[in-house]
C-alpha cells in the first residue's frame, strides 16, 4: 500500500521556486532517505509533508486522502527536529506527553504511552530531569519519544544526529533503525550524509537544486547511477571523473596517459563523454579485461583496514581505496587497473549516463 503520495509538487518561496514537480512514491512500512546538498530542498519537502509549509501546485496524499490545507495535526504525522526543539523549563515526561496533553487524552493513556515510550527508549530513569541535564543523545531519544507517543502513521526526520558525536551517530542509525521496524512505521529521513542514507534506507531520493535527479533502492543509485551528479554524490571517496574521446572507429575511448579503453559497444565517433571511476573498483593488480593506466602514487593514506592512494594518471589525479596495504609507495610508478565492467560513462554535454 502506498503510504504518502508527492505529486507535480512545486514550492515558490516569494520569488524562489524551491521544489520542482517532485514526484515521489512512499510504500507503508519503508525508510525513505532525502539527500542532496545543502540548499537542495530536503527540509522544505519534509516541511510540506509536514503542513508547516504551504505548497504552491501539485497534490500530497497521506493514506490516500489528500493534505493539502489540512494543519499539522490533522496529517497523522510526526516530526523529530535537528535542533530536537525540547522545552527547557519540561522534565523528560512532560517534553515527551505534551502533545497529548494538549489534545486532553485521558490521564491514564497518557501515563501508559509515556511509559511504554520511555521504555523503548531507555529513557524510564530519566523521566523527572530537565534538557539541560541530559547529554545530547539522551536529548536525541527525548525528541524521538516525543514524536512516538503520538503513535504516527508517518514519521519526519530532519537531520536529527547531525548535533551527535560519530559514535553515537552510528549508534544512533541502527536504533533509529530498529524503531522503525518495530513500530512499522513509515519513516522519511532527511540528511546531507549520504553513507547515512546508504546505511539506513530501502529507497533513497537524491536531490539537487529543487529537483528529484534520481530515486531508487541504494544499490540501484550506486550500480546505475543516471547522471553524474548522482554518481559522484553516493559513494565514499568519490568516484573520480576523467575526461575521454571516443576513437574514430567507435568502439574505444582515447584517454590522456594511458593506453585506449576497448569498449564492448559501439559509440558516435567523436563524442566526449566522461569516464567514472569509482576509488574500490580500482585496482593495482591486473584484471582480464578494461584498462591499464599507467600512473604516479602521490600520496598513501591508510587507516588501518583500508588504504587510500592518490595517484597521477597524465594530468589526472585518482583516488584509489585499497583494502588492507597494496605496498605501494609515494613517487613510486604504478600500474591501474579496472573492468570495463566498472568504467560508468556519462555524456560531457548533458552529463547524463551513456546506456550500453
Ligand atoms: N522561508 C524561506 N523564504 C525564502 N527562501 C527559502 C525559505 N526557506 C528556505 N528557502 C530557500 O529554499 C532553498 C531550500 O531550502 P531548504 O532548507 O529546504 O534546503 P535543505 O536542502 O534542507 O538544506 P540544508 O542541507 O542546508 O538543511 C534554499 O535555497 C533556501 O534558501
Ligand atoms: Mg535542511
Redesign the pocket.
Known sequence: MLQIEIDRLNKH??G?H?LKDIDIAIRQGSFVALV?P???????LLRTLAGLEKTSSGDIRIAGQSVIGKPPRERDVAMVFQSYALYPHMDVEHNMNYSMRLKRRPKPEIAERTRAAAETLGLSGLLDRLPKALSGGQRQRVAMGRAIVRNPKVFLFDEPLSNLDAALRVHMRSEIRKLHERLQATSVY?T?DQVEAMTMADHIVVMRAGVVEQQGSPLDLYDKPANKFVAGFIGSPAMNFIPVVVGPDGHTLAIDGSDALVLDRKLVPGTRLWAGLRPEHLSFAPVSDGLTMEAVVESVESTGSMTFVTASVGSQHLVVAHGGRPGVEKGAAASLHISLKNVHLFDRETELAVSA
Not at 38 to 44: L, R
Open positions: 518561496y516569494a524562489f524551491a542532496g545543502s540548499g537542495c530542498g530536503k527540509s522544505t532527511v546531507h
